[in-house]
């Protein structure tokens, strides 16, 4: 079964600092997606990128930028010099194949986010 | 583009009664997403509908079931409404791809069961 594990319950930063949020996945398909999704205090979740499991490179948006590692099952995600507007629950999530016995087809399974504060 | 869009923001109930709760996708979006994210327990994947059909299910009991209408808008109906039942209900739509689309998330229903 699918799973996924973001084992930084909290985080607290100061302005400008870097900080990485950890998100390791469990799956039997071979063919999956990974996401990170914002959800800011207003309680919408804001995506911020989808990623396939043959595409290993890592990708930068701004200060944003994600590391996937297929062989240690890790979608990392960095936010260099961060900002207020930064604090946020990060989601990371997962979506797996028709191949992976079918219900799970369509759903995204998702870890139990990260809080995330930055402080001024 | 308008986003996805939920109504109402709030529903405040009482144990047994029933909840309606409505989605509507973005303008060319075919498939809607429910999810239930309840204090402790993190976001649950509830049902998917495509071209009006249910195409999956989470673990959930029967009392929660929706359906999707021919413009591609869903409810969500709860029944017989239980404490637990209070948290955010998060309705998202895709272009209905499964598995290779991105989900896009509304701004959510807030119920709260007394």
């Known amino acids: 079964a699918q799973k996924v594990t973001q084992a930084q319950t909290e985080i607290s930063v100061v302005e400008k600092e870097d900080v990485t949020l950890d998100c390791v996945y469990e799956?039997?398909?071979?063919?999956?997606?990974l996401f990170w999704y914002k959800q800011p205090p207003s309680g919408e979740l804001v995506f911020l990128i989808r990623r396939n499991s043959f595409d290993e490179q890592n990708e930068i948006s701004g200060r944003y930028s994600w590391n996937f590692q297929k062989s240690t099952s890790s979608f990392n995600f960095t936010i260099t010099a961060s900002q207020v507007v930064d604090s946020a629950v990060y989601f990371c999530a997962l979506s797996e194949g028709f191949n992976a016995g079918g219900t799970s087809y369509g759903k995204l399974t998702f870890g139990q986010g990260t809080i995330l504060t930055v402080h001024p | 583009e308008a986003g996805v869009t939920q109504s109402p923001t709030h529903l405040i109930k009482t144990r047994g009664q029933q909840a309606t709760l409505r989605c509507s996708p973005i303008?060319?979006?075919?498939?809607v997403y429910w999810y239930q994210q309840a204090l402790g327990l993190g976001l649950q994947f509830l049902l998917w509908y495509d071209e009006g059909e249910e195409r999956n299910r989470g673990n959930f009991p029967p009392r929660f079931s929706g359906r999707q209408f021919p413009n591609y808008s869903s409810e969500l109906n709860v029944n017989a409404l239980e404490l637990e039942d209070s948290a955010l209900y998060l309705c998202?739509?895709?272009?209905?791809?499964?598995?290779?689309?991105?989900?896009?998330f509304g701004p959510g229903t807030r119920l709260t069961v007394l």
């Open positions: 799956t039997r398909d071979t063919t999956y997606y």
């Open positions: 998202a739509s895709s272009r209905g791809q499964g598995m290779t689309d991105t989900q896009y």
């Open positions: 303008s060319g979006h075919t498939s």
